[in-house]
Each structure stands twice: as structure tokens, then as C-alpha cells.
């Protein structure tokens, strides 16, 4: 009988997060409009109810909230948005899963068709950009 330390081995995860835009005022003003952050946390494909996301721009935390059962958390940043802005969202991992982390930057052409470029994430796997109009 062996005797030692039993170690478990955290599963990994995946997060995306894709942005929409709704806008004020003229259509397609940079500036006039709000952004939407949705962000997607997953593990061996399945989506992972109750983590902790936090969204953030450069240093500064925009919202903290809690993936529901689809496993996807929202963070509504009203107001001027600049041209080259990034947002990240962030699951710090706990005991059970790995951490991971998703950016989305606008490229600064907000008159394309997608403005949004995805960085990658610390594992990795680039995370989808997706802009869509909201109605």
C-alpha cells in the first residue's frame, strides 16, 4: 500500500465573449453606443452554471457576475465606447476547473462590417468576435 499526497488535475475550460452594440442617436456614430458583453464559459463542452466571471477594460473592473445554466454571464457598459477599445472576461478557476480568460478589441473601422477582433485566450484557443446589430 502506497502512501502520499493524491493530486487531481483541474479540467480545463474554454470562454468566449462576443459583443453587441446598440446605438443612439445617428446610426453607426462611434461614440452614440452601448455594448453588451457576453461572455460563454464551457468544460469538455458542456456549459458551467454558477462561476464567477469579471469583465474588465485595461485595469478597470466593469462588472462581476454569474454564468446561468447556459453558462454564459452579461455585462452591459453603457456610453461613449472609444475607437480602440478591449474588454476581457476572466474565470479566476477554482478547485475543480482550470482558469481562463477571452478579449475582444475594436480594430477602430467601426464602418466594417465586423469592428470587433478576437485576441486569444491564456490557453490559447482564440475566442470568437461576433457584433450584431441589436434591434
Known sequence: ??????????????????????????????????????ATLTAEGQPLEGKTIEFTTDSTLLCTETTDSRGKATCNVPGK???????????????????STATLCRNGDHGKHHPWLALHTQSGVSAPALLSAMP
Request: with cysteine; aromatic share 8%; proline share 5%.
Open 1 to 38: 500500500m502506497a502512501i502520499g499526497t493524491v493530486t487531481s488535475q483541474r479540467i480545463p475550460t474554454k470562454l468566449t465573449l462576443t459583443a453587441k452594440e446598440k446605438g443612439h442617436g445617428k446610426p453607426y456614430m462611434l461614440g452614440n453606443r452601448d455594448v453588451r458583453l457576453t
Open 81 to 99: 465606447q472609444h475607437k480602440e477599445t478591449c474588454y476581457t472576461a476572466t474565470f479566476a478557476g477554482d478547485d475543480t476547473y482550470e482558469p
